[in-house]
């Protein structure tokens, strides 16, 4: 069952292009709008929405940190994020213009069922992003946008993380649909331009084999660390999480602008570091800057491993090892910048003999809070 791939992880991995399609599939059309209606959050709801908050835990919370970007710039929503288990227990401020986005690929969580619990109790609408038809959490939800990632059976997740990007990406832009705001062309054109992700994610795939060999070459080192901006830094924690939850090995995930305010004391000689660079089309100051600070960190010794999209070559004089990435729009780059990542800690782990698929102390799905 695990379609020829040594571990569930590896061809979970390879599926993500599928998943992709499969998460889009009927929602979108060439025109460039969205039909969400399975949502069954009627639209004057929608646009009385005031605040936007989701609520998830680790890989899923990650997705959550991107969507923040997304809604906050094609709604103009304020949107808050927060960690499920930190969520209810600081009283937090909800009313029935408040739409809670509860992401779980499992839809048993323990800390998400219950941070959204205590949102419906203080009268908000919840809306799931979940991955399992009939789960606990779309089940006591207003409304539910499946993801259509297939089962995913390695704990460390992949193929549902992408998948809740694009969840997250859709919810993003029908709201920004359904209120109207001056980005409709910019949502028609995102709209259009995610139908060329899952293609984008194949080609990432196909490239992987340096990364591999790369990872295998770190199987030593105690630390990796990570650096991203904008949507990369959640990119960055992701990848930081991976290599904890499957190499076992120290790794930390930070903004690049926070670097000078504490982390560059980190770096030393042949750390290795991977920078998750953005699109120097769109936000070019934030390239800009981050291709300083992989010039800071290169200067005090850090082996440099950048992500870079195709075509950028600020980047190539500073990186000891450079992956591309399809060029995709902005807010988009984690569909793609986040798949090398995964490869990587699925080597590094492989490589150091770690069980990939079950990982030690870890589950699948934490049903207890
Ligand atoms: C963790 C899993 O315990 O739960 C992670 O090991 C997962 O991989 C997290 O991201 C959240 O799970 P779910 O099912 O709510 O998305």
Redesign the pocket.
Known sequence: EKGGYDYFMLKEIAEQPKAVADTLLGRTDGSGSLTLDEVRIPANVLREVGKVVIV??????HAGLIAKYAIEHWTRVPCEVELASEFRYRDPILDQQTLVVA???????MD?LMALRHAREQGAKVLAIC??NGST?PRESDAVLYTHAGPEVA???TK??LT?LVACYLVALYLGQVRGTKYADEIRAVVRDLGSIAGAVERVLETMEPVRELARSLAEKDTVLFLGRHVGYPVALEGALKLK?LAYMHAEGFAAGELKHGPIALIEEDLPVVVVVPSPRGRSVLHDKIVSNIQEIRARGARTIVVAEEGDDAVVPYADHLIRVPVTPTLLQPLVATVPLQVFACELATARGNEVDQPRN?????TVE
């Open positions: 998830a835990c680790g890989t899923a919370f992401i779980s690929q499992s839809g048993e969580t998400t991955n399992t959490i704990v460390a997740s549902a993380f809740q939850e870890l589950a699948k799905s934490v």
